[in-house]
């Protein structure tokens, strides 16, 4: 969207107002950047995470994806309580 605003509260977007609407309620925002010729964009979040694998990072690095997954992680993942 061009000439649009982001209002922010709290660490989190509450809404997108045109240029009419951000300029009623910048005079009360506590602080205003300048975004002209800028772009917003989400940030680049990982959320596919294998929390488990994670505390496994080095076990039986030396093999195969497959070998690993089958004969090292898995068997071990499923020991985890």
Known sequence: LKNHAIEINNGYITAIL??????????????????????????????????????????ADDLELMEWLETAIWPTEAKLN
């Open 18 to 59: 045109n240029d009419s609407e951000a300029e009623k309620v910048k005079d009360s925002a506590k602080e205003v950047l300048d975004g002209k010729g800028q772009l917003a964009t989400p940030g680049l979040v990982n959320t596919h995470t294998h929390i488990a694998m994670g505390l496994f990072r080095n076990y």
